[in-house]
């Protein structure tokens, strides 16, 4: 136990904390108490110029608060934060004024670039943001306080630090970090895919107002461009009525959706570059310059037409470019998604080139028995291979972006990979593609976690995959299934959750830490389940991907529950060097209540993977109510990003239930407040 003021501040640190007058009270008595050990006091211009150059602040720190409502209260936490005391005393002492530094360093020195002025940038902090998303039940039905929800942003922007560590130094259970409902009514209206979006009454469904599959960025020069992206109205049988793209320039407090890239004939596309009746797999990706781009794989249900379609909003604009085809398939079959079908691409703009010119895309091509088979050879064919397909744009800032699109990786016959993924070390800009490898003709036969490498900026690629991990990943399923279908023809059983467990994530660590450098890939995998996965792995390459760690698990899950199930993890490095990793799982469901109870969870390792802390994220939550796709679907992957220091996670949560499915607003889209 330290001094009252010390317990305090380790009670904001922990959320419990409620009132912007508490705060202050707290922060003016431990002002009062470190004069008492310290005849100082400096100015804020002081105390931002001393965090500039202290070696051990946050280069890019947390988000400070720009739309908080000015009050006498916050005028008088700036009053104390511009004459808080210069040198830390000893002790219970020295620990105040680090989280107090750190505290006022949020709140008042990241202002001096974008407000005028030091002190008044602090009360001038513009309108008081309402809460956002369209259905505020939702938050009161998973107990998410609607009291206090703002100060709970300031807390969590002004404290980032003093959580972790916090956290770090208890033993304290999981705390919830607060997030905000970003989703929008469906701007989609019944039909508008046309007849290319292939509606067939008893054999699909379309499930309006549903979102899934999201995906976040946040610019790597400018932490208060965040966007996120998703599929918007599902259909149980892949793919959406578009893909929504939300764009933020205040870090995420608000998010501007007017506008979306036209992939698809449901978001006003037309002709082979977005005339689809159906778009799926969203991605974004800043690029340093201050571009947002954005991909798809839009597909027709009724022809074999598919294609993987990119478009870029330029800086200071808001709107989208026609969407440029990087690649165009049909097929003599006819059949859709049949042979010559592209999937599962991911967009990745080169942060390490300033000008923002160089942005890359890559997926997979499935084809059988070849790109020019008929019919019939397909429905009789024995072979097929899924290769790497990758596109560059070396003009990605000018007017009118090139892109030129290649075979790069080719397994074998029976052989197939999917889930790309490209980072880009920050040393020598080496490009790294992750990928799921499944190995069926060629010794070693399985499946594998794999990487490839190009040092030339995707001129040429290695020959030969480089293996991190065997993958043993068996997918998910309900140990107790219902009937969630009933407008499918014969009310057929929802037995499968919709992770297969071929998708993988990478990260980087950009970081000055000891980690400089340090590549992590994580999937799931399976143990000793007998329903599906319980395994969240983690492995991590210091010589930029030619060679790879054991891998370890990662998950919280307690192994003494009902199912233990986990699945669909995501990984990011913040720039202190933190690591952290998202995941779903089932800890908290139980046998014989009807529901599929699930959370979403993140941990994080401030010493490269040696030990971890647990946070939850959402939940808990029936996954019945989520759309069944193949399986119930929330997506095939979350979005997991940092501003500084500052973790945020967008993820998809299922709506409570209705009673009666489907449920007219299976699921949402949901960002963590920064942690």
Same mark, same amino acid.
């Given at each position: ?13 922990? =959320?419990?904390? @409620?009132?912007?007058?508490? /705060?202050? #009270?707290? $922060?003016?008595?431990?002002? &009062? +108490?470190?004069? *008492? ?111 206090? =929800?703002?100060? @709970?942003?300031?807390?969590? /922007?002004? #404290?980032? $630090?003093?959580?972790?560590? &916090? +956290?770090?130094? *208890? ?505």
């Amino acid at each position: 136990m330290g001094t009252p003021a010390f317990e305090s501040l380790r009670e904001l640190a922990a =959320g419990n904390l @409620r009132e912007v007058d508490a /705060l202050v #009270a707290m $922060a003016e008595a431990m002002r &009062a +108490w470190q004069l *008492s050990a310290t005849d100082c006091s400096c100015t804020t211009r002081d105390v931002c110029a001393r965090f500039d150059t202290d070696a051990h602040a946050p280069p890019s720190p947390p988000l400070a608060i720009t739309q908080v409502a000015p009050t006498r209260a916050l005028s008088r936490l700036v009053w104390v934060c511009a004459r808080m005391p210069c040198r830390a005393g000893t002790g219970d002492a020295g620990r105040v004024s680090v989280l107090l530094l750190s505290m006022c360093r949020n709140w008042i020195c990241l202002q001096r670039d974008t407000v005028a002025g030091w002190v008044p940038a602090a009360l001038d902090l513009g309108k008081h943001r309402a809460p956002s998303g369209r259905r505020a039940g939702w938050a009161a039905a998973a107990n998410i306080s609607a009291i206090g =929800g703002d100060v @709970r942003r300031i807390f969590y /922007l002004s #404290a980032a $630090a003093v959580i972790a560590v &916090a +956290w770090t130094a *208890s033993s304290a259970a999981a705390a919830t970090v607060p997030s905000t409902d970003i989703s929008i009514p469906s701007p989609f209206a019944p039909g508008c895919g046309l007849a290319a979006e292939g509606n067939n009454p008893g054999g699909n469904f379309n499930y309006p107002d549903s979102e899934v599959e999201p995906w976040l960025a946040v610019s790597p020069t400018n932490p208060r461009d965040v966007a996120g992206t998703w599929q918007q109205d599902r259909w149980s049988d892949g793919g959406a009525h578009g893909l929504i793209v939300a764009v933020s320039h205040d870090g995420g407090l608000s998010f501007d959706t007017s506008q979306q890239p036209r992939f698809s004939n449901c978001a006003g596309g037309t002709g082979d570059n977005g005339g689809y009746g159906r778009a799926s797999d969203p991605w974004v990706s800043w690029a340093p310059n201050g571009d947002l781009w954005a991909i798809s794989l839009s597909v027709d249900q009724t022809t074999a037409r598919n294609a993987i379609l990119v478009s870029r909003m330029r800086h200071g604009e808001s709107t989208w470019s026609d969407p440029t085809i990087l690649k165009f398939d049909n097929s003599r079959t006819g059949l859709p998604q049949g042979n010559n079908f592209n999937d599962k691409e991911s967009l990745t703009a080169d942060p390490t080139d300033a000008s923002g010119n160089l942005a890359y895309a890559v997926w997979d091509r499935f084809v059988s028995p070849n790109q020019n088979a008929p019919l019939p050879a397909f429905e009789h064919a024995r072979s097929f291979h899924e290769p790497i397909w990758f596109s560059r744009t070396t003009n990605g800032a000018a007017d009118n972006p090139t892109w030129q699109a290649r075979e790069i990786f080719d397994p074998g016959t029976k052989n197939a990979t999917i889930s790309n993924q490209i980072v880009v070390t920050p040393d020598d800009g080496t490009l790294v593609d992750g990928f799921y490898l499944s190995k069926i003709n060629q010794p070693p036969t399985g499946n594998f976690v794999a990487v490839i490498r190009s040092t030339d900026k995707g001129e040429s690629w290695s020959k030969k995959a480089i293996i991190v991990a065997p993958n043993q990943a068996i997918g998910e399923n309900d140990p107790e299934p219902i009937h969630c279908r009933p407008f499918i023809t014969g009310d057929p059983p929802c037995t499968i959750v919709r992770s297969d467990g071929v998708i993988i994530d990478l990260a980087v660590d950009n970081s000055s830490g000891p980690n400089h450098g340090r590549l992590y890939v994580t999937w799931q995998d399976h143990a000793d389940n007998p329903h599906g996965d319980d395994l969240i792995m983690l492995s991590h390459s210091d010589d930029g991907g030619r060679t790879w760690s054991t891998p370890q698990k990662v998950n919280n899950t307690p192994s003494n529950t009902f199912t233990d199930q986990a699945f669909e993890p995501a990984v990011h490095v913040n720039n202190q060097g933190v690591v952290a990793v998202s995941y779903y799982d089932f800890r908290n469901d139980v046998s014989g209540d009807g529901q599929l109870t699930t959370d979403h969870w993140v941990v994080r390792s401030g010493d490269g993977g040696a030990t971890w802390s647990e946070d939850h994220l959402g939940g808990p939550f029936d996954l019945h109510q989520a759309p069944y796709a193949r399986g119930y679907f929330v997506g095939d992957y979350q979005g997991l990003d940092s501003q500084g220091s500052a973790f945020r996670a967008l993820f998809t949560l299922a709506s409570p239930s209705v009673g009666t499915f489907p449920n007219p607003n299976p699921t949402d889209e949901f960002i963590s407040d920064p942690f």
